[in-house]
């Protein structure tokens, strides 16, 4: 099972703070180091300092770091066109050596986008697929080739396709809980699918949807990885989980019932729950970004018991 740090800056954390994270991801030997793709707080938070931007985020990390992956929970499609999104991540990738990964998903906070002047279609999932369609396109064309794309929301016309990832296929993450389509997108353009924030019955249920969509359309269901995010409270002791709970303006009983908290024993044995549905990758959600004694816990007493 690999455990992989999931922060949300948009509740309150400068590219100082999401270094550090980064820096101790790769120290207490995590996987991997993700971030959120938004522009506004959620909830009661005042979102101080502001937002940081996903990619220009991950361009930083790419030079300090150097083990571990990095990549988005998800990109939102609506952020960015998609030729300019392929540029990024193949610079971003080239930049960290090689270590780059894409989730890219619908986008589906109105407010943000109101909030920064960002339009807000409304048909997403059509542009979602067709933006996955030139992303992949262009990082597959053989250099010295071009690439053409005649969409309903999107034309390319003998595009060079460059620059080219470091890798010769960046993994592309798709996720959600959409019982028709999504497994269908995924089935078509995903390396891993990803769900968010469910219980072990919907993540069962929805990666049964996933892997008989792969059979579908020609593929073996165990090509992809599948994984799960979820917020993650540790404490050697009840003190030390409501605590946390606290910090992060949560209930301990809530944590347990959607997420994984509580002492490490408790949490390995509900990660073991979710590794029985297929799963093999968990996206820890860190919330409070200064507490990196919690990071040091889950390393010491959860992932040295997952093998």
């Not at 992949?136 to 620059?163: C, H, I, M, N, Q």
Request: proline share 5%; glycine share 10%; aromatic share 8%.
């Amino acid at each position: 099972m690999d455990l992989r740090i999931f922060t949300e800056p948009q509740q309150g954390a400068d590219y100082d703070t999401l270094l550090r994270v980064a820096k101790a991801t790769e120290d207490l030997g995590f996987d991997a180091f993700f971030r959120s793709d938004h522009y506004l707080a959620m909830g009661s938070s005042d979102g101080l300092p502001g937002p940081t931007d996903a990619w220009i985020t991950l361009a930083g990390l790419a030079r300090e770091t150097s083990r571990i992956r990095l990549g988005t929970l998800m990109t939102a499609g609506t952020f960015r066109l998609p030729g300019v999104l392929a540029i990024q991540v193949a610079q971003v990738d080239r930049m960290s050596g090689g270590r780059i990964e894409l989730g890219l998903g619908a986008g589906w906070y109105a407010e943000e986008h109101t909030a920064y002047g960002i339009p807000f279609p409304k048909e997403k999932f059509g542009r979602l697929e067709e933006q996955l369609a030139i992303v992949t396109g262009l990082w597959g064309t053989p250099v010295g080739e071009t690439f053409s794309f005649d969409g309903k929301f999107y034309r390319l016309a003998d595009s060079p396709a460059l620059p080219k990832p470091a890798q010769e296929r960046v993994p592309v993450l798709i996720g959600g809980l959409g019982a028709t389509r999504t497994p269908r997108l995924a089935a078509r353009y995903a390396d891993e699918f990803n769900i968010p924030f469910a219980s072990v019955e919907d993540s069962e249920r929805q990666f049964g949807r996933v892997r008989a969509a792969a059979e579908e359309a020609g593929r073996k269901p165990d090509d992809l990885v599948y994984s799960n995010a979820l917020v993650v409270c540790v404490g050697r002791d009840d003190a030390e989980v409501a605590r946390r709970a606290a910090a992060i303006g949560r209930e301990v009983d809530e944590l347990k019932r959607n997420g994984l908290a509580g002492s490490p024993a408790e949490v390995v044995d509900k990660i073991g729950r979710y590794a029985e549905t297929g799963s093999s990758r968990v996206y820890l959600q860190i919330l409070d970004l200064d507490d990196l004694e919690h990071l040091e816990l889950i390393s010491s007493q959860v992932q040295s018991q997952l093998g």
